[in-house]
């Protein structure tokens, strides 16, 4: 994700050296391929296109770093906010600290990307039914929740049920199991369990089990 973000500024930066404050697009069909294309031409937009609701969204449609140069209109107005944070989570990071401290665009982000969990406000970031979207999308989000909520035992489980097993990404040791007192024999009766993600059946039948400790239990399993 900082490696798609620096290409995404570095190729601005480089194709655009020359001709810093210039308007080079008046015309919205233009604008809309120019942004397709690379979100950050939106500085090159008139002013008024810099407010026009389809051009900024197409901007911010892979990356949200774009939303800095989008009018104070549309940055102040919940429901383009909203509609942005639907199409990508990743927008909150610019948004505004009153839309970070928002429940319902925050909810709204993480449902599209739990990463955006690490932009809502602290009081979010406590919250367990937002905490428990972002990690339903993403198992990592956990890292971005409270301390308390780290050692959720409810959203321990949700989070090793929910992590990719094709991830390299190891679960912070933060959130262990013995910190949130799971019996990890109960935990390993969940593994085999399909699950359902936003209303789609996404059943796994492996997840990592990185977070049960390498000693055997005393039983002996």
């Not at 939106?42 to 008024?48: D, G, I, N, Q």
């Not at 989008?70 to 990071?93: H, I, M, P, Q, Y």
């Not at 602290?122 to 929740?145: I, P, T, W």
Request: overall charge negative; aromatic content about 6%.
């Amino acid at each position: 994700r900082i490696e798609e973000m620096l290409l995404e500024v570095l190729k601005s930066t480089i194709i655009n050296i020359g001709s810093m404050g210039e308007v080079k697009y008046h015309d919205k069909a233009a604008a809309l391929q120019a942004v397709e294309r690379n979100g950050f031409e939106l500085r090159f937009a008139s002013e008024e296109l810099q407010g026009d609701r389809d051009v900024v969204l197409e901007a911010v449609k892979n990356f949200g770093g774009p939303l800095i140069y989008a009018c104070d209109n549309l940055l102040e107005d919940k429901s383009f906010v909203l509609e942005a944070v639907r199409a990508n989570g990743t927008v909150l990071e610019y948004a505004s600290e009153n839309f970070r401290a928002d429940k319902d665009v925050v909810l709204e982000a993480v449902k599209e990307d739990g990463w955006a969990l690490q932009h809502a406000s602290n009081d979010l970031q406590a919250d367990k039914h937002v905490v428990q979207q972002a990690v339903k999308r993403f198992s990592g989000a956990l890292d971005y929740a409270s301390d308390n909520l780290r050692e959720d035992k409810d959203l321990v489980l949700l989070a090793a049920r929910h992590e990719d097993p094709k991830s390299n990404m190891p679960m912070d040791k933060k959130y262990s199991m013995q910190e949130a007192g799971i019996d990890k024999a109960a935990f390993r009766s969940v593994v085999d369990c399909p699950i359902a993600v936003e209303g789609e059946d996404c059943p796994i039948t492996t997840v990592s089990l990185s977070l049960v400790p390498a000693e055997h239990d005393s039983d002996g399993n």
